[in-house]
C-alpha cells in the first residue's frame, strides 16, 4: 500500500505530465505557470510574499520564476501610492494564451483524477485535501 507521500508524489507528477503541453508549448517552466494560475487565481493576492506564503514556495524560486515571467511581458509590477516598498504583480494581455491553454489542461487534469467517482465521493475527497493541506500549512508556521 502506498503512503499518503507516495500519493502525493504520484499527483504531482500526473499534474506536470498534464500541463508538460502548455509548458513546451509555450517555453514556460511548470513553476512558472504554477506562479501564472495563482495571479489568475487569486488577483487580491498579488505580491510576491502572497505567493511565498499560499503556495509554500521559498523566496528565492518566486523571484527567479517572475524575473522570468516578466521578461516574456506576462506579468508586470507596480508599486500602489506611496507604498515603494511592496510591489503590486498583475498578469498581461500576453498571458492569456498561456492561461487559457493551462486552465484548459488544469480542468482535463482534475476531471480525470475523479473520473468514475460520485457526487459523495467528490465532496468527500474535496473534504479530506482541505483536511490534509491544513494539517500541512500548520507545520510550516512552526
Known sequence: MMTPYEHLLVIRAAYERATDTVCKKHSIKHREL???LFL??????????????????????VS????????RGF???????TNRRTIY????????????????????????MVAGFTEEEKNALGSYLGRVKKNL??????
Do not use: W
Open 40 to 61: 489568475h487565481d487569486y488577483p487580491n493576492m498579488s505580491t510576491a510574499t502572497d505567493i511565498v506564503k499560499k503556495q509554500n514556495l521559498s523566496k528565492s524560486h
Open 75 to 81: 506579468v508586470s509590477g507596480e508599486f500602489h501610492g
Open 34 to 36: 504554477d506562479i501564472l
Open 89 to 112: 504583480l498583475h498578469l498581461n494581455d500576453s498571458a492569456s494564451e498561456v492561461l487559457s491553454d493551462a486552465i484548459n489542461a488544469r480542468c482535463e487534469f482534475a476531471m480525470a
Open 64 to 71: 527567479v520564476s517572475l524575473r522570468a515571467l516578466e521578461e
Open 137 to 142: 500549512l500548520s507545520l510550516s508556521k512552526k
